[in-house]
């Protein structure tokens, strides 16, 4: 019969440490992210690039990828930043949506919105201040164009003030 070979105090450590470092390589350092710096980031992300909403919900981002054990199908999260990168892109502004095609369709349609109010307030921003100079001008360019009235406002706060 052999003998069994016994290990020394620090020929057992070097192998611990020999383990850990393996299981470190294989992604095992993952640290789930907190809903504040899940919101810092996507702040962040979309101040780097134009035309982006960076206002995620932390805390909905979190709490979904929580419940499903911070796993992307079948794998473990590695990276959470690029999971948030993916959120921002996608136009998930503030909430996790079931239906990521709608949302992205109701950000496309705001976009055109604000360039359709871009252009309007280009086209008529100069004629505005030129032609209309009292109460009654602006009142009657008011009924005959109610789809500028924003601008009106927007430009005579003099005549249309908050409170009045």
């Known amino acids: 019969m052999e003998k069994l070979k016994t290990a020394t105090i620090p020929e057992i ?7 850990v470092t393996y299981l470190n390589r294989r992604g095992g350092n993952f640290k789930p992210p907190t809903p504040r710096e899940v919101e810092a980031y996507a702040l962040l992300y979309a101040s780097e690039h134009t035309g982006i909403d960076g206002r995620v919900d932390g805390g909905a981002f979190c709490d979904s990828y929580i419940k499903k054990g911070w796993m992307i199908g079948k794998s473990k999260m590695r990276d959470w930043k690029a999971a948030v ?6 136009g998930w502004a503030k909430k996790i949506p079931k239906d990521r095609a709608l949302d992205a369709s109701k950000l ?30 602006l009142d009657n360019l008011c009924k005959t164009q109610p789809d500028i009235v924003w601008l009106i406002m927007e430009l005579r706060p003099d005549f249309y003030g908050k409170g009045e």
């Open 108 to 137: 496309r349609s705001r976009r055109i919105d604000q360039a359709n109010r871009d252009r309007t307030r280009q086209d008529y921003t100069g004629w505005i201040k030129e032609s209309c100079r009292t109460k009654e001008e």
């Open 13 to 19: 450590a070097n192998k611990v440490n020999e383990i």
């Open 85 to 90: 990168r993916s959120c921002v892109r996608d």
